[in-house]
């Protein structure tokens, strides 16, 4: 690093070399290598006249380098992470349905989704209502640390459609180090979907705080984190000829105006705020090690000093909170009302965790092939939810209930290598309120050249026990009620993939057996609205399955290449052994075409279409009033998919800036099929503009 003392040695310094160099650089002409006189580069004759080296800037090279880490809450140890960088499918990392278009959501950016594909969809937490934001929420061992010898900020911009319906998202992320040690930073995320249809307004923030030291022998890592997030419901559309046939609408319009198409709900939101924060620290045990070497006759030793363990303690709370707000309710949409009108439809949930863990890090010796870590983690968690049913009160109030597990568990993990990489995790909770629940998952990958490009082939299995989530059996609000005491799902699950990078394949195999699997359902059926147009109604409740289903699960990544023109897919078929309880696509495709070239060897370009395509099936519904996804009332099913939906992009990167161009839902109202529905109720959004841009700067 280059230290600058005052500005009267600048000044000094500067004079002086002016005074020693400035006759003779203006002075003198500059005569070409070249015999001819001719300069190769700027054909500037005898005379070059491009100025001279200014002597006064102090010239320094600012480093790029850095590393980024996460910190595994089970062993308490850091994990090296890749950072985004990537050029392709840049476009898709904004959108709230995936890079591979595989969420069905809402319609507006940043609204509810889910997954279609089974092996793909989050696992209910603790606190369930956050499940469905996986898009936007960011968990304290999620986050990613990082080490940089110059300080770096990134700034992501993307903006769509106009300024009153349209969406922008902004990111800001700044680390930096006092020295190697030492380092800070902060990550700002804003959100902002207006909502191309009535009353489908969306906003979050998110702010986080790091920082860590990393010593010799001793480290720290510490986060805190504040998340708000606020959706607007709009309850789905009241009629769906309004886009699916407009010319049947009285008014006989060909297309309607997103704004002028009515939907159900009127100021209602739902609100989750989250606060939480994560903070570890590590030992590291080190032991001495000898060995000799010879230089001709003389034998030298040498003692180096040799980690082989580390103690760690991970702290984690958290402190959740969703709400929903409702003001007017038409007649029927929820059948059932349990709380007051002017009732808080507020849950808390509040977490203390502590886990203690010592690794035996791989490699410290030749025996020392994987790392071995043994765990145990102490669970606290408070609910809080309405109640007036309860200790003969016949006012509403917050219900408490408390609830801890004590968990141990054993890790062993090879992560280093350049062929066969694996890890094995068991975890049981000997005592609390989960007793008896348990979890053991593994993977391994091997892989090794064929053509002069890497194959890989690897393995994947896990089998647990785990009751349902405090939420999923006990929820007490104003429309939706359910105490339930459910047994253990188990599950089992095996799988398997190969990918031959000289191809440009992979092949993913995916199957599962579950039993007692737990849902959210829909009881309530329909009714005629004033308009004489029949509508579902919402009664939500939670139930089991007390049977085994099985669900199956294929991909085919198949990407071609000739010249310029790629052409990447991504097909997924599924097999549900019991479509009425776990309703999937049978098949699910991504396939993006485009042209990928280099401007002046400088400025990298795709230009394209994607299209995304799945056939149809019983989708789930979504409720407003628990936020949630369910299944639909046998009885009123509206069935969605079948429809394409087809997007153009130009994506380019330079240097350290990535930008894009797109026009989503480029078919929209074009190919005959109106039918845009992926989530039943809620269409997607119309055809519109988008721009984004990410910029990594240094120093």
């Known amino acids: 690093m280059s230290v600058i003392s005052s500005k009267s040695v600048i000044s000094f310094v500067a004079s002086a070399l002016f005074v020693l160099f400035a006759s003779d650089s203006f002075a003198q002409s500059t005569l070409s290598q070249n015999q001819d006189g001719f300069n190769g580069e700027t054909m500037d004759g005898f005379m070059n006249m491009d100025p001279g080296k200014d002597s006064t800037v102090v010239e320094r090279t600012v480093s ?75 968990n304290p061992s999620d986050f990613r640390f990082t080490d940089t010898k110059s300080p770096q900020t990134s700034i992501d911009y993307y903006k769509g459609g106009n300024k009153r319906t349209g969406e922008e998202h902004v990111k800001g992320y700044f680390a930096a180090n006092f020295n190697k040690r030492v380092g800070l930073g902060f990550d700002l995320d804003y959100l902002l979907g207006r909502g191309r249809y009535t009353n489908q307004s969306t906003s979050m923030f998110d702010a986080r705080l790091y920082t860590y030291y990393r010593g010799d022998n001793y480290h720290i890592y510490a986060t805190v984190n504040r998340d708000q997030i606020k959706v607007a419901e709009n309850g789905g559309i009241q009629d769906k000829l309004y886009i699916t046939n407009p010319e049947a609408k009285e008014e006989g319009r060909k297309q309607f105006s997103p704004e002028d198409i009515p939907f159900r709900l009127y100021y209602n939101w739902n609100n989750i705020y989250k606060l939480q924060g994560l903070v570890n620290q590590s030992l590291s045990l080190k032991s001495i090690v000898s060995h000799t070497d010879s230089i001709g006759d003389t034998v030298l030793t040498f003692r180096d000093e040799v980690e082989y363990a580390k103690i760690a303690h991970t702290f984690e709370m958290g402190n959740l909170q969703r709400r929903y707000i409702f003001h007017k309710i038409p007649d029927g949409f929820y059948p059932n009302t349990f709380l007051n009108n002017d009732s808080l ?185 004033d308009d004489g147009i029949t509508q579902p109604m919402y009664s939500i409740s939670t139930d089991q399955h007390s049977g085994s289903i099985q669900i199956l699960s294929a991909t085919l990544q198949q990407n071609f290449k000739a010249g310029p023109l790629h052409w990447d897919n991504v097909l997924t078929y599924q097999l549900s052994g019991n479509k009425t309880i776990i309703p999937l696509p049978d098949l699910n495709v991504f396939s993006d075409l485009y042209f990928k070239f280099t401007y002046y060897k400088r400025l990298h370009i795709e230009v394209g279409a994607n299209a995304l395509f799945f056939t149809q099936y019983n989708a789930p519904g979504y409720c407003p009033a628990v936020g949630m996804y369910h299944l639909q009332n046998e009885g009123f099913i509206q069935k969605v998919g079948g429809y394409p939906l087809i997007t153009g992009y130009v994506n380019c990167q330079i240097k350290g800036a990535r930008f894009y161009v797109m026009y989503y839902h480029a078919n929209d109202g074009i190919m005959g099929n109106r039918n845009s529905f992926i989530v039943p109720g809620y269409p997607a959004n119309p055809g519109m503009f988008k721009f984004g841009l990410s910029w990594t700067l240094f120093d």
């Open 64 to 138: 790029r380098d850095y590393f980024q880490w996460t910190i595994d809450t089970e062993t308490g140890l850091p994990v090296i992470v890749e950072p985004d960088t990537a050029q392709h499918s840049f476009q898709n990392v904004h959108l709230t349905e995936g890079l591979f278009g595989t969420y069905s959501h809402l319609g507006n950016m940043g609204s509810p989704r889910l997954s279609r594909l089974y092996f793909e969809r989050e696992p209910i937490t603790s606190f369930m209502f956050e499940v469905p934001y996986d898009f936007w929420i960011k």
């Open 345 to 529: 439809d507020t849950f808390r949930h509040f977490y203390v965790t502590n886990t203690l863990s010592f690794s035996l890090l791989e490699g410290f010796n030749k025996w020392a092939l994987a790392s071995l870590s043994a765990f145990a983690r102490y669970e606290y968690r408070q609910f809080y939810m309405p109640d007036t049913l309860s200790a003969g009160r016949s006012t509403e109030y917050m219900e408490k209930y408390t609830e801890g597990n004590f968990v141990i568990g054993a890790q062993m993990e090879k992560a280093s290598g350049d062929n066969l990489t694996f890890r094995v995790n068991a975890e049981t909770v000997v005592l609390g309120a989960d007793i008896g629940d348990f979890s053991i998952d593994g993977d391994m990958e091997l892989k090794y050249p064929i053509w002069g490009k890497e194959f890989k082939i690897g393995a994947n299995a896990n089998m647990s026990a785990a009751n349902p989530t405090f939420f999923v059996q006990n929820m007490h609000s104003t429309f939706a009620w359910w105490d339930n005491e459910f047994d253990k799902e188990f599950k089992t699950r095996i799988g398997g993939y190969i990918e031959l990078e000289k191809t440009g394949t992979k092949f993913q195999l995916d199957i599962e057996n579950v039993v007692n699997y737990t849902y959210l359902k829909n009881d309530a059926g329909g009714y005629v609205n």
